[in-house]
């Protein structure tokens, strides 16, 4: 069964311009998250979704960041216009409803390098 | 102050030592803790879950303190391939909203 998939896994980019990251969760999965990490910050959640509705943005940092899940099975966050300071590892993990069974399953993660 | 905290390290321990690691969580309204390991340059693994009784798998031992709302991990016996950086895990408001710590760096030495 494969894992969360990410794309792209490397993304480098010019300051200003617009940048989407993709990611594909585990097939029956409820929840979806989106995550940040930075040396200096962690690794911080950002955004997730249950059965493709946002529950919490908070985590959000600006009108810039934005975040979509139109099926179960794709999701994309979105930064524009990108910044210099949104160089990070950005995650995105799944897991299914049960209470009982808390693990998340992260992808790859994808590497932003904004110039 | 941060929602959880640790002790960044590194960690620097010879093959066969015992370490622990510790973490310190602010809400006291945290529902379910964990320890994730994550290697570098790779993406968070679930290493374990870690319950109010305390819970052991292997070489692992994980504590829950909640009145003093403290995360404990034991390492025994280290291993070369323990070396990886372990983040301290809170899952508030009904389990799905997660705060990760800033992880602490783990070197086992031969």
């Known amino acids: 069964d494969a894992g969360v998939i990410q794309s792209p896994r490397h993304e480098v980019t010019e300051m200003g311009q617009e940048v989407t990251l993709r990611c594909k969760p585990i097939s029956g999965h409820d929840y979806l998250f989106w995550y940040r990490q930075t040396m200096m910050r962690g690794l911080e959640l950002l955004i997730y979704?249950?059965?493709?509705?946002?529950?919490?943005d908070s985590g959000m940092p600006e009108d810039r960041f934005s975040a979509k899940m139109p099926n179960a099975s794709f999701s994309t966050l979105k930064i524009q216009p990108s910044e210099p300071r949104d160089s990070a590892v950005y995650f995105c993990?799944?897991?299914?409803?049960?209470?009982?069974?808390?693990?998340?399953?992260f992808g790859p993660g994808t590497r932003l390098t904004v110039l | 102050r941060k929602e959880v905290e640790q002790d960044p390290g590194p960690f620097n321990v010879p093959e066969g030592a015992t370490v622990a690691f510790n973490c310190t969580y602010s809400?006291?309204?945290?529902?379910?803790f964990f320890w994730y390991r994550q290697d570098c340059r790779k993406e968070p693994k679930l290493l374990m879950s870690?319950?109010?009784s305390g819970n052991e798998d292997g070489r692992f031992t994980a504590q829950l303190n909640r009145a003093s709302q403290y995360i404990s991990l034991l390492i025994r016996d280290s291993k070369l391939s323990d070396s990886a950086t372990y983040l301290c895990v809170v899952n508030l408001s009904g389990g799905f909203k997660t705060i990760f710590g800033a992880g602490t760096r783990l070197f086992v030495k031969a």
């Open positions: 870690v319950y109010s």
């Open positions: 979704f249950n059965n493709n509705v946002p529950i919490d």
């Open positions: 809400n006291s309204a945290s529902q379910s």
């Open positions: 993990a799944s897991r299914p409803l049960d209470r009982e069974y808390n693990e998340q399953f």
